[in-house]
C-alpha cells in the first residue's frame, strides 16, 4: 500500500506529460511537404501596396493546405500584414522568363548631380517592355526639379543609339527611397535588343548647387568587383553595364576616380564601369491570377524575419497534378514592407517566380505542405531522419524509443518534484 | 534569505538532478539525431578544423594538408547523404572552404587529439563523437549550474531544481550541446569558474581549489571569444580572495597597488610606442584580437583607436543606430531561447513573450530578495556573479555594434555565463512568491520552458530539417 503510495505520484506526473505530448502531436494536420525550394540569395524589395509578388508551382499530392514563404523583415518586429491568394494557371513556367532585379540591400550610394548623366545598359528578355524599376533617394531633391528618364538603342561601343522613349517625372513624385517605375508605352519587339537607359536631371535651381545639405539624386550602385565590406556580386546582370560619359573635371570621393560630367557635345566616349546600377525591367502582364481558389493573411506581428512565414487555409482537396501560382500583397497597416527572399537561379523544376503578373527567371524561397495521415506523416519523417545513416542511428525503434524515454523521465520528474512543491 | 523548501521539501535533490541529467541526455541526444549535418552554425568548419588538428601530424610531415583533409570529409559526409538543406550561400561555404589551421583553438586540439587516440579514422564516427562531447559538455555544465545553486543557497531546494532546469530545458542550450562546437568547450569552462567562484565562496580556498582555478584560468586563456569576459572577473574575485586570506591587511593593498602600476604601465606603454603594442598582442592579445575580430589589430595599433571607433559607430543621436541595437536585442534574445539553424527557424513570437515574461518575474524578484541570510563572501560571489553576466553581455553587444555591425548577436555567446544566468534568475523568481508556494510557479515556469522545448524540437527543428510537420 504504501509502495503504491509513493508510485501514485510518479504515475500521475507521467501521465500529465503524456496527455500533453499526445495533445501536442494530436493536434492539426500533419503535412508534408514536396515542393519547395529552400535557397535565396536575394531579396525581392520591399512590396509596395499595390505590387505583388508570387510562385507558380505544381502540387504531386492532394490536399494542398499551407504554403511557406521565405520572408524579411529587417530585424523589426512589426511590419505591414501579408495576404497571399492561391488561383489555378495552366502553365507554370513559360518561355522567355524576364531576369530578376538585382539586390536592394548591396552595393554603394552615388549621387545624381549637376549636369552629371548616369545610364546602364541591358538586354530585355521579353517584347513589350513598359518600364524600367529604378533605387533611388529624392529625398533631398528641391521642389521644382524633376528627373529625366530616356531609353535609347544601345549603339555601338560608346555612343548611345536612337532615342526610343522619354520620361519627365517630377521630383515630387519620386520616393524617398525605394523602387520608382519610369513607365512608358510598350516597346514591341524589345526581347534581345541591347538598350540603355540614362538619367539626368533638369530644374534644379543654381543656388541649390551651392547648398551643401544637396545631396541630388541617390542611386545604388552593385560593382562586379565588390564593396570593401562586401562580395562581389558577378552575374547580377551580364547583359549590361552601368555608364557614364568620360570627362574628368574634378574627383569623386565616392569612387575615389575622376569626375565626370555629361558633356556640351554628346559625341564623346563613353565610360562603362564593372556593374551594375540596382534596377529592374516591367513588362505587361503575362500571367494575370485567376478566381482566387484560397486566400490566407499573417498579422505584422507575427512575420519572422530571415525565416519561413506560414500561410494555411483549408486544404485543397483535388490538388494532385493541378498547377497554382500564389501571390502576395501587403494590406494597410504600421511598420514597412516585408521582403520575399528569392534565388534567381530555376532551381524548382515545377514553377517560376512572378512578379507583378511577369514570370521571372528565378524563385521564391517557399515550401508547398499537403495535408496528410499521421502515419503518413511519421513514416515520412521515420524515412528522412534514418536515410543513409549507420546504425544505430539508422533504427527507427531507436528514435522512437528515445523520444519515448524523453517523455517518460519528464514524467517521472515532474512525479518526483510536483508533490513536494 | 531566498525562500525554499526546507522542511517540506523535495528530500531527494540528488534523485531530481539525476532526472534532470537523464532528461537532458535523451533530449540533447534527440536534437543529436534530428540536427543534420552542418545543421547549427558552421559545424562543417569546425568539424573540419577538428579532423585538421587530428592528422596534424601528417600535415606537419608533409603527408597532407588541410585543403585536402576538409575536401575528404566533405565528400565523405556528403556520399553519406546527410540532406542537409543546403541555401546557395552555405553551400558555397560547404564547396570550398578550407579552414586555418594555425586557427586551432584548444578546443580543436582537444577533440583532434581525443580522436587521434581512439583511432577515429571514419568522418562520422568522429563527427558522431565530436557531438557526443558537446552533450557531455553540456551535461557537465548542468550539474555544475546545479551545485553553484546549491552552494550559494543551501538553504533552499528550489533554486537549484529551477537553475538545473532552466539550463537543462533551454532549447537553443540542447541545440547547440548536440552540434561540433567549440562554444561548448566555452561553456563548460564557463560554468567551471563560476562554480569554482560559489565553491571558494562556500568553502573556502584550499590548495586543490588554487590548482584547480589555475587549471580553468590555463584552459580560458586559450579559448574563444565568448568567454573572454571572465577574466576581469577572475581578477576580482581573485583579488577578493586574496584580501580575505590577508583580512585585508597591508599586503592585500600593496597586492592591488602592483597589480594596478602594472596594469597602467602596460597600458600606457603599449599605448605609446607601437612595439610594445606588438609585443603584448603577440605575447597575450591572441585572445583578444580573436574576440573582435581580425579587423582588431589594424584598427587598434594602426588607426585612431577603439574609442574613437566607439563613438563613430555609437551614433547616439541617429534613430538607424538605436534601430539597430533593437533589432541585435530582439534577435540576440530570441536565439538564447531558441532560434535554429543559421538563425532562421525560430520559434513563433508569442513563445518569446512567455520567455520575456519569465526574465521579468526572475529580475522582479530581486526587489524582494532578502540578503540577510547571506554570509559576506555569497554576497560578494553573487556580485562576481552579476558582474560577471554583465561583462558577457556587454562583451557580445560591443563586439556586435563596434566592430562586428554587420553581423548578428547570438544569444548562444552569453552560454558561457549560463551558470550565473540560471543562478541569479532562479534566486530572484524564487523570492518573488510567498515560501508557501512557490514551488507551483516555479514548476509552472519549468514547464513552460519544456513545452517550448518540446515545440522547438518537434515543431521547428523538424519542420526546417525535414520538411513534415507532425
Redesign the interface.
Known amino acids: 500500500m504504501v509502495f503504491l503510495k509513493k508510485l501514485l505520484p510518479l504515475v500521475a506526473g507521467l501521465l500529465v506529460c503524456l496527455g500533453?505530448?499526445g495533445a501536442?502531436?494530436g493536434f492539426?494536420p500533419?503535412?508534408?511537404?514536396r515542393e519547395?525550394q529552400?535557397?535565396?540569395?536575394f531579396n525581392t524589395g520591399q512590396l509596395p501596396p499595390h505590387a505583388w509578388i508570387g510562385q507558380t508551382f505544381t502540387s504531386r499530392l492532394d490536399g494542398l493546405a499551407?504554403i511557406d514563404v521565405l520572408l524579411g523583415s529587417?530585424?523589426?518586429?512589426l511590419v505591414k500584414p501579408l495576404t497571399l491568394e492561391l488561383t489555378a494557371v495552366d502553365r507554370p513556367r513559360q518561355d522567355h522568363l524576364a531576369r530578376p532585379r538585382p539586390l536592394v540591400d548591396q552595393g554603394v550610394t552615388i549621387p545624381l548631380h549637376g549636369p552629371l548623366q548616369i545610364g546602364q545598359t541591358f538586354l530585355p528578355r521579353r517584347d513589350g517592355l513598359s518600364g524600367v524599376r529604378v533605387l533611388l533617394d529624392a529625398g533631398s531633391m528641391p521642389a521644382p526639379a524633376s528627373v529625366r528618364f530616356r531609353l535609347w538603342e544601345a549603339g555601338v561601343i560608346d555612343l548611345p543609339g536612337e532615342l526610343l522613349r522619354e520620361v519627365v517625372v517630377p521630383a515630387a513624385d519620386l520616393p524617398a527611397w525605394g523602387f520608382f517605375e519610369f513607365a512608358f508605352r510598350p516597346l514591341e519587339g524589345s526581347a534581345g535588343r541591347p538598350l540603355l537607359f540614362t538619367l539626368d536631371l533638369a530644374g534644379v535651381p543654381r543656388h541649390t548647387w551651392r547648398d551643401k545639405t544637396f545631396q541630388g539624386l541617390l542611386l545604388r550602385f552593385i560593382s562586379d568587383q565588390g564593396q570593401p565590406?562586401g562580395q562581389p556580386w558577378q552575374g547580377v546582370n551580364p547583359e549590361g553595364s552601368a555608364w557614364r560619359p568620360e570627362i574628368s573635371v574634378g574627383k569623386d570621393y565616392s569612387f575615389n576616380e575622376p569626375l565626370t560630367l555629361w558633356p556640351a557635345n554628346r559625341h564623346l566616349k563613353w565610360r562603362y564601369w564593372q556593374g551594375d546600377l540596382a534596377f529592374g525591367l516591367a513588362y505587361p502582364p503575362a500571367l494575370e491570377p485567376g478566381p482566387v481558389l484560397r486566400r490566407a493573411g499573417r498579422r505584422g506581428?507575427?512575420i519572422?524575419?530571415?525565416?519561413?512565414n506560414s500561410f494555411s487555409f483549408k486544404p485543397l482537396e483535388d490538388s494532385k497534378g493541378r498547377s497554382f501560382l500564389f501571390s502576395l500583397k501587403t494590406t494597410p497597416g504600421p511598420g514597412r514592407e516585408p521582403v520575399a527572399l528569392a534565388?534567381w537561379?530555376l532551381r524548382y523544376p515545377g514553377g517560376c517566380l512572378v512578379v507583378d503578373g511577369v514570370p521571372y527567371e528565378g524563385g521564391l524561397?517557399f515550401?508547398a505542405?499537403n495535408a496528410a495521415a499521421?502515419g503518413t506523416?511519421?513514416r515520412?519523417?521515420r524515412d528522412?531522419?534514418t536515410?543513409?545513416?549507420?546504425a544505430p542511428?539508422s533504427g527507427p525503434w531507436f528514435?522512437a524509443a528515445?523520444?519515448a524515454?524523453?517523455l517518460l523521465?519528464?514524467g517521472?520528474?515532474?512525479g518526483?518534484?510536483?508533490p513536494?512543491? | 534569505m531566498a525562500p525554499g523548501?526546507k522542511g517540506?521539501?523535495?528530500?531527494?535533490p540528488g534523485?531530481?538532478l539525476a532526472?534532470?541529467a537523464?532528461?537532458f541526455l535523451?533530449?540533447a541526444?534527440?536534437y543529436s539525431?534530428?540536427v543534420p549535418f552542418n545543421g547549427q552554425p558552421d559545424e562543417l568548419q569546425h568539424m573540419a578544423q577538428v579532423r585538421i588538428a587530428q592528422a596534424w601530424p601528417q600535415v606537419e610531415a608533409g603527408r597532407t594538408d588541410p585543403g585536402r583533409i576538409s575536401a575528404e570529409l566533405r565528400e565523405a559526409l556528403e556520399s553519406?547523404?546527410?540532406?542537409p538543406?543546403?541555401?546557395?550561400?552555405k553551400?558555397g561555404v560547404m564547396a570550398g572552404y578550407t579552414p586555418l589551421p594555425e586557427r586551432r583553438s584548444l578546443y580543436f586540439r582537444l577533440l583532434g587529439c581525443l580522436a587521434r587516440l581512439l583511432g577515429l579514422d571514419d568522418p562520422?564516427l568522429a563527427w558522431?563523437a565530436a557531438r557526443w562531447f558537446s552533450i557531455l559538455a553540456g551535461l557537465a555544465a548542468l550539474g555544475l549550474t546545479w551545485l553553484s545553486a546549491r552552494l550559494l543557497f543551501p538553504e533552499s531546494e528550489?533554486i537549484p531544481?529551477l537553475a538545473a532546469g532552466l539550463v537543462g530545458l533551454l532549447p537553443q542550450f540542447g541545440a547547440m550541446s548536440a552540434a561540433v562546437n567549440p562554444d561548448s568547450l566555452a561553456v563548460l569552462l564557463g560554468a567551471a569558474f563560476f562554480c569554482f567562484l560559489a565553491w571558494t565562496a562556500r568553502r573556502g580556498l584550499g590548495p586543490l581549489q588554487t590548482g584547480a582555478g589555475l587549471a580553468i584560468l590555463l584552459a580560458l586563456a586559450g579559448i574563444k571569444k565568448t568567454a573572454l569576459f571572465i577574466l576581469p572577473v577572475m581578477v576580482l574575485g581573485g583579488l577578493l580572495l586574496f584580501r580575505a586570506r590577508t583580512r585585508g591587511g597591508r599586503l592585500f593593498w600593496t597586492a592591488v597597488l602592483i597589480l594596478t602600476g602594472v596594469l597602467a604601465g602596460g597600458l600606457v606603454l603599449a599605448a605609446a610606442w607601437p612595439p610594445a603594442a606588438r609585443l603584448f598582442v603577440s605575447l597575450f592579445g591572441l585572445p583578444l584580437t580573436r574576440a573582435w575580430g581580425p579587423g582588431f589589430e589594424p584598427l587598434v595599433f594602426r588607426q585612431a583607436g577603439v574609442v574613437e571607433l566607439f563613438l563613430q559607430e555609437a551614433r547616439l543621436a541617429d534613430p538607424g543606430f538605436w534601430?539597430h541595437l533593437?533589432?541585435?536585442v530582439?534577435?540576440f534574445f530570441k536565439s538564447f531561447w531558441g532560434y535554429f539553424g543559421y538563425?532562421?527557424?525560430?520559434l513563433?513570437?508569442w513563445w518569446y513573450a512567455l520567455a520575456a515574461l519569465l526574465g521579468v518575474l526572475g529580475t522582479a524578484g530581486w526587489l524582494r530578495f532578502d540578503f540577510s541570510g547571506l554570509t559576506a563572501p555569497r554576497v560578494a560571489c553573487l556580485a562576481l556573479f552579476g558582474l560577471g553576466l554583465l561583462l558577457a553581455l556587454a562583451v557580445i553587444f560591443l563586439r556586435q555594434v563596434i566592430f562586428a555591425p554587420?553581423s548578428l548577436a547570438q544569444g548562444r555567446h552569453l552560454f558561457p555565463a549560463l551558470v550565473p544566468l540560471a543562478v541569479l534568475w532562479s534566486a530572484g523568481f524564487a523570492s518573488l512568491w510567498p515560501r508557501r508556494w512557490a514551488?507551483?510557479p516555479?514548476?509552472a515556469a519549468l514547464?513552460l520552458v519544456?513545452?517550448m522545448d518540446?515545440?522547438a524540437l518537434?515543431g521547428v527543428v523538424?519542420p526546417?530539417f525535414?520538411?513534415?510537420?507532425?
Open positions: 500533453l505530448a501536442f502531436f492539426g500533419g503535412l508534408v511537404s519547395f529552400d535557397g535565396w540569395r499551407r529587417f530585424g523589426l518586429p565590406d506581428l507575427a519572422s524575419d530571415n525565416s519561413f534565388d537561379a524561397a515550401r505542405y499521421k506523416v511519421w515520412e519523417l528522412k531522419v536515410r543513409n545513416k549507420p542511428w528514435i528515445l523520444a524515454a524523453h523521465l519528464v517521472l520528474l515532474v518526483l518534484v510536483w513536494r512543491a | 523548501l517540506r521539501g523535495i528530500s531527494r534523485w531530481v532526472g534532470l537523464l532528461v535523451t533530449r541526444w534527440l539525431v534530428a553519406l547523404g546527410l540532406d538543406p543546403r541555401p546557395p550561400q553551400g562520422f558522431r528550489l531544481v534601430l533593437k533589432s541585435l530582439l534577435v538563425l532562421e527557424a525560430p513563433a513570437w554587420g514551488g507551483w516555479a514548476g514547464a519544456w513545452l518540446l515545440r518537434w523538424v526546417w525535414y520538411r513534415v510537420h507532425l
